[in-house]
C-alpha cells in the first residue's frame, strides 16, 4: 500500500500527494502548539484541507453550555492553518440530549467566531433527530453528520445544513475495525458522485488499519466515474 503513495518528508505530506484533505482527531483530546499546525500546513498543498474537531472540554466537559471561552481559545489554536482550515467538527456525547436553548446559544457563537467556516455536527442522542433539532440545524447552517454505525435512527442519513455532506464511517459490524465490502463501498461511491456538494468522507475504522485501505478503495471508484 505504501507504493501507492508520493514521495514527502513525513507521513503527512506523503498522504497529502494522493488525498486533498484529513480529519484530525486528536485536537478533541489536548490542544496543539502552534509549531505544530504551522508544520502542518508548510507540509501540504495549497488546496488541501484539514477538518478539526472541537475539544471534548467543550463537547463533553462544558455539553455546550456558556463555552464562548473555549470557542475562542480553539480559534485562537487552530489560526496557524489559515486558509486550510475546512469543517469543524462538534462530535456530542450520547448521553446529551437536544436542548433549543443550549445549541441555538453555543451554534450562534460558533458563526459568530468562525464566520462562514463549514461546521458540522455528529449527534448521537435520538432526539437530535427530531424536526426541531433538524431546523435549528439549518438555521445556524450547520450539516449534521450521517454515522455508520448510526447510534439512533437517522444518524445514517446526513441532515442539516444541506451545503455540505459529512460522512464519518466507524466500521460495521466492529466499529472501529471492520471494513466495508464493495458492494458498500460501490454505493458510497455512487451517491457521492450522482450529489453535485461538497462531501466529505471519514473512514474512522483505524484500529485494525482498514480506514487506509477503504479511502484508497474509494478514491479509486470515484475517479473511475469522474
Known amino acids: 500500500m505504501a507504493d501507492r503513495f508520493g514521495e514527502g518528508d513525513s507521513a503527512l505530506a506523503r498522504y497529502a500527494t494522493l488525498f486533498d484533505s484529513v480529519e484530525i482527531n486528536s485536537t478533541f483530546h489536548r490542544p496543539h502548539q502552534p509549531k505544530?499546525?504551522?508544520r502542518w500546513t508548510a507540509s501540504v498543498p495549497a488546496d488541501f484541507r484539514f477538518a478539526l474537531k472541537l475539544p471534548k472540554t467543550t463537547t463533553h466537559g462544558a455539553r455546550l453550555v456558556e463555552c464562548a471561552d473555549a470557542v475562542a481559545a480553539f480559534a485562537e489554536q487552530i489560526a496557524p492553518l489559515g486558509d486550510k482550515i475546512g469543517p469543524l467538527l462538534v462530535q456530542l456525547p450520547p448521553s446529551l440530549a437536544f436542548d433549543a436553548s443550549v445549541a441555538?446559544?453555543?451554534f450562534a457563537g460558533m458563526r459568530r467566531r468562525f464566520g462562514d467556516r463549514p461546521i458540522v455536527c455528529e449527534p448521537r442522542h435520538a432526539s437530535w433527530f427530531a424536526s426541531d433539532a433538524e431546523q435549528l440545524l439549518v438555521d445556524h447552517r450547520v450539516a449534521r453528520v450521517a454515522a455508520d454505525p448510526a447510534p439512533a435512527s437517522g444518524a445514517e442519513r446526513p441532515g442539516g445544513w444541506s451545503g455540505l455532506r459529512y460522512i464519518r464511517l466507524h466500521g460495521?459490524?466492529?466499529?472501529?475495525?471492520?471494513?466495508y465490502d464493495d458492494a458498500t463501498l460501490d454505493r458510497i461511491a455512487e451517491e457521492a458522485m450522482a450529489e453535485r456538494v461538497d462531501r466529505w468522507i471519514v473512514f474512522d475504522n483505524t484500529a485494525s488499519?482498514?480506514?487506509m485501505i477503504n479511502a484508497l478503495d474509494l478514491r479509486d471508484r470515484v475517479l473511475r466515474v469522474s
Open 36 to 38: 505544530t499546525f504551522e
Open 172 to 179: 460495521s459490524p466492529r466499529i472501529y475495525r471492520s471494513s
Open 209 to 211: 488499519n482498514a480506514a
Open 104 to 106: 441555538g446559544a453555543f
